[in-house]
């Protein structure tokens, strides 16, 4: 019988009447753009005394949108999380990282946003401790409480908590202000702008459990698990009580003012079986008063990287069968809402991948807590490297925050700092990094993403390298036996989906696993290498492709007309490429067979051409027209090809496993579309719909890119909508390439959606 025992240290530092109440200020914001260059442009803002608005205003001087008078009527309605980079334009002048966007320094005009949000706090509330939190703004914030500054944050990846309660107006109203400059970069990709996070107002007692401060740790040797938090106003009176609940909800135990409480023959968490306790832990006033709650999901797990016997879940091993993965997402930027992540990970759930990197800044808390439910490991990165207070504090804010996350396997320093990365400086960095780290969280190990350099890498527990062809990895683990390696980036191809043919006047990149990547001598089906070296490696741990999916920014090796990266599985809308199956045949049970290129190439017709097959069956065998082209045995993590003629006309793939058929695959020369399917999937309150063109035989038309129009009664909004083409410049809210995504955040009552295509090509969505 396994017991786990957690033990209660806590650090108490008196005595209110109130519970917690946290409220999401997600709707109701208005925004406008300001301007970064001209004070006038930016509504005067710079023009008051900083402090106390009040006292610009008694003097006559121009109060700006930080004034809790200011009359925003004229500026737009928005809910958060919102990115106002999605509906500026595009210049081949602008920022090649960040996707050729017209925001940053050249453009003023664009790159400051301000937003106020309007809220009313009881009369009753007065006393309370009320703090205003905010997972994320991007970036140079600068935030204020009708009227009175409270802070600002340079970094767009950092979030900020105010108190605001003696700024309040209580049984009155009170507004929020921020203003955000995205005129300087942060990263060297798309990083949006705006408050891209929720938001939230938080009210307690003055006897609280002060932010971040309730810490669940197990400690698998001896079966304990620690439990430790700080007070804010103790009192020698106060009762601990701490429930803890299954996955159904049944008590498991409760413990009042106890150093210990045992588990008998607990759940254990893993990606593959992510079970979940509820600690509900509260401070109980000696009248019986409950003066402050919190609820802590618990996942009992160990992890352990062993150079012998490998990456090891709760004792056994495992392999990280990773993604890198940007904040990004078709129709929302960086703006993206708690649903849509849920449906950004199960698209990866289903190809096989278990573990995320957050590249390269700390998580968004939102996707922590689906990583914990759905199951992955999580790296988790810090943004910028470096020793002094600011760059501890940002590291200290991210473990701080997110070590209750029994996904959060890792914390990265940083990710490929070439100018340091190989010498004495990089070393020392990285050295006060790591030990930092180790003092705030012991339970968890370091790494960071090597570019090649021979510094940093030596000062991380785990030793993380971007690529093998440029890390001499088997060299170094000869050097080094007792390190223990991870693939924190590895190539997974780059392309766009459905081409295969580079057109690069229209942005357009043929796949390098299909055609060959140059680097490697015209080495194919690179996706092959990275795997294939960590599975067969017990002192390497797993890999992380890059990247999971498309991202804006970054067109490498494309430029313009190209706005965004193509090195995704998937692409920007989440549309599974050739190499999703190669890893779903690689690293799921699930029978998988999929042949490609599509067969709608008449410039190709006599042509000499190439059919690829990714499975996990035992053999394949290909019909062209229905004469069969060979029947042959799949590697082992591999993939087949064969050698044909291009003519139109019907390919047909048979899987077998065990001498058995198990599998059938078809891909054929289609008709014009003649109609639009829409597949729907929705999480919440927010539903995505998939469209897709279709012939008189209901085959998707793999090449038809013609235009489609959406428009919508008023009960329903929409988030946004794209497609996967890289160099699509238009609104993300018209669509072309051949396959789009429409993103409705909402339905209230009767709603119904239609989409136009060329001439008779429509669809209709009706919600009851």
Request: overall charge neutral; some cysteine; charged content about 25%.
């Amino acid at each position: 019988m396994k017991q786990f025992i957690i033990i209660l240290l806590s650090v108490l530092a008196t005595v209110a009447n109130a519970q917690r109440e946290t409220i999401l200020l997600n709707a109701g914001w208005r925004f406008a753009l300001g301007n970064a260059a001209s004070i006038q442009k930016d509504f005067g803002h710079g023009t008051e005394y900083f402090t106390y608005l009040s006292k610009a205003a008694s003097a006559n001087q121009n109060t700006g949108p930080a004034f809790e008078k200011f009359n925003d009527d004229g500026w737009q309605m928005v809910d958060l999380p919102h990115d106002w980079v999605v509906d500026l334009g595009y210049s081949s002048s602008a920022s090649h990282s960040h996707g050729y966007k017209k925001v940053g320094w050249r453009y003023p005009e664009y790159s400051v946003g301000w937003y106020r949000r309007h809220f009313f706090v009881p009369k009753a509330d007065e006393g309370r401790d009320i703090r205003v939190r905010f997972d994320g703004i991007f970036r140079n914030a600068q935030v204020f409480c009708n009227g009175f500054f409270l802070g600002t944050e340079p970094s767009g990846y950092e979030p900020q908590t105010y108190e605001i309660g003696p700024y309040l107006n209580y049984g009155a109203d009170n507004v929020l202000t921020v203003r955000a400059d995205a005129s300087t970069e942060e990263g060297w990709y798309y990083e949006g702008a705006g408050i891209y996070r929720n938001v939230w107002l938080v009210k307690t007692g003055q006897v609280r459990f002060t932010d971040n401060s309730l810490v669940v740790n197990q400690r698998f040797a001896d079966g304990k698990v620690i439990l430790s938090a700080r007070i804010a106003d103790n009192s020698d009176n106060l009762t601990h009580r701490h429930t803890l609940l299954d996955a159904a909800g049944q008590i498991v135990g409760t413990f009042t003012d106890t150093s210990e409480f045992t588990v008998n023959n607990p759940r254990l968490w893993s990606a593959g079986e992510p079970y979940l306790y509820t600690l509900k832990s509260e401070l109980i006033a000696h009248d019986g008063r409950t003066l402050d709650r919190l609820e802590t999901r618990v996942g009992l797990r160990q992890i352990e990287f062993n150079p012998i016997k490998g990456f090891l879940v709760n004792g056994r091993a495992d392999k990280l069968r990773g993604v890198n993965l940007h904040l990004d997402h078709a129709g929302t930027g960086t703006g993206v809402p708690n649903e849509l992540w849920v449906y950004r990970l199960q698209k990866l759930k289903e190809i096989g991948v278990n573990a995320i990197r957050c590249s390269h800044n700390p998580a968004t808390p939102a996707m922590l807590d689906v990583c914990d439910s759905m199951g992955f490991y999580v790296i988790d990165e810090n943004r910028l490297m470096g020793t002094n207070d600011y760059h501890l504090n940002l590291l200290r804010s991210m473990i701080e925050r997110d070590r209750n996350h029994p996904s959060v396997i890792l914390w990265s320093i940083g990710n490929e700092e070439w100018q340091i990365e190989s010498g004495e400086r990089g070393e020392k960095i990285a050295r006060r990094m790591v030990d930092f780290a180790r003092s705030i969280d012991s339970t968890r190990l370091t790494t960071y993403g090597n570019s090649g350099g021979y510094g940093i890498v030596k000062q991380t527990p785990i030793h993380g390298y971007n690529y093998i062809v440029q890390n001499d990895v088997e060299n170094r683990r000869r050097s080094h036996p007792d390190w223990f390696v991870i693939g924190t980036e590895e190539t997974s191809g780059a392309g766009t989906r459905n081409v295969y043919e580079t057109d690069s006047a229209r942005g357009h990149m043929a796949a390098i696993n299909y055609i060959g990547e140059e680097r490697s001598a015209g080495e194919k089906n690179v996706i092959e290498r990275g795997w294939k070296f960590y599975r067969d490696n017990s002192f390497a741990g797993g890999l992380f492709y890059w990247t999971g999916f498309d991202y804006r920014g970054e067109p490498n090796p494309m430029v313009w007309p190209s706005t965004g990266s193509e090195f995704g599985l998937l692409d920007y809308c989440g549309f599974p490429k050739d190499e999703a199956f190669y890893l779903k045949a690689a690293w799921t049970a699930e029978p998988v067979l999929h042949i490609f290129p599509h067969w709608n190439m008449p410039e190709r017709t006599g042509q000499p051409i190439e059919v690829w097959a990714y499975s996990n069956m035992d053999e394949v065998e290909l019909f062209q027209d229905g004469k069969s082209l060979g029947r042959k045995a799949m590697p082992k993590d591999g993939h087949l090809v064969w050698q044909t003629v291009y003519r139109p006309g019907r390919l047909r793939a048979v899987g077998y496993k065990n001498k058995r058929k198990t599998i059938v695959e078809r891909v054929e020369t289609t008709g014009p579309a003649e109609h639009i399917a829409i597949q729907e999937t929705r999480i919440g309150n927010l539903t995505v719909y998939n469209l897709s063109m279709r012939d008189k035989q209901n085959r998707e038309v793999p090449t038809d890119c013609s235009p489609i129009s959406i428009s919508l009664t008023d009960n329903a909004t929409i988030l946004g909508w794209g497609n996967g083409d890289p160099a699509f410049k238009l609104s993300e809210r018209p669509a072309s390439q051949t396959k789009r995504t429409m993103i409705i955040q909402s339905f209230m009552g009767k709603a119904q959606v239609l989409v136009l295509g060329n001439g008779s090509l429509k669809a209709e969505i009706n919600r009851n």
